[in-house]
């Protein structure tokens, strides 16, 4: 009788991407053709500095990214990425500039291909990834999709262009009167006038 013993993660075909545990840092990049055929699943985090691009729309780069990536071939043996996005950053106010936390949260459909020419078989549900290399960088992908899930503009919940607008009055009404005591730039102009 031949008995057949299988080890954790020795298998070239069954790899393990990650521990399942929710503060484990995602890998930077997968086999972009193995990881589809072991139908894999990561989740994990990756700090918001991570990511360059998406960190200047911030207002800083404080905080992490939780993801949950998976992995599959199709019916048409097409490769395909789901995934899900979530993260608090900071940006600045549209309206007063002042700093304020928003929740981004998104979830994608990938159909990851070889080359430009594929684009007219990308099925309609799905947004189309080119990766010409033998390994897919998930941050590239993960940055991507937290820029397109940026809102346009930023901005307080409540009125906070009038509540800055009442601290500037309240804050000048001490120069005021220094302001009327200034002389009048045109008042030489007036005066040439009037003598004519």
């Known amino acids: 009788m031949s008995l057949n013993a299988y080890f954790f993660d020795r298998s070239a075909l069954y790899a393990y991407y990650c521990a399942p545990m929710a503060d484990t840092l995602i890998p930077e990049y997968v086999d972009a053709k193995k990881i589809f055929a072991q139908q894999a699943v990561i989740s994990g985090n990756l700090p918001v500095a991570k990511f360059a691009r998406f960190s200047e729309l911030l207002a800083n780069s404080s905080g992490t990214v939780a ?29 007063c500039l002042e700093v304020i ?6 979830s994608f459909k990938l159909a990851v291909i070889d080359s430009e020419s594929l684009l007219d078989k990308v099925p309609a549900d799905r947004e189309p990834w080119i990766c010409t290399e033998p390994k897919l960088i998930l941050a590239d992908v993960l940055e991507e999709q937290l820029i397109l899930c940026m809102p ?25 009167p220094g302001e009327q005591g200034k002389p009048n730039p045109f008042a030489i102009l007036q005066s040439l006038k009037d003598s004519k």
Do not use: P, W
């Not at 503009?153 to 409540?158: A, E, I, L, P, T």
């Not at 906070?160 to 009055?169: E, G, I, N, R, Y």
């Open 67 to 95: 993801v949950s990536l998976a992995f599959e071939l199709d019916g048409g043996h097409r490769r395909v990425m789901s995934g899900k996005i979530s993260t608090e950053v900071q940006v600045l106010c549209q309206r």
């Open 101 to 106: 936390a928003i929740t981004l949260e998104d």
């Open 152 to 176: 346009i503009v930023s901005y307080h919940d409540y009125d906070c262009l009038q509540a800055s607008d009442t601290m500037k009055h309240n804050g000048s009404s001490d120069d005021e």
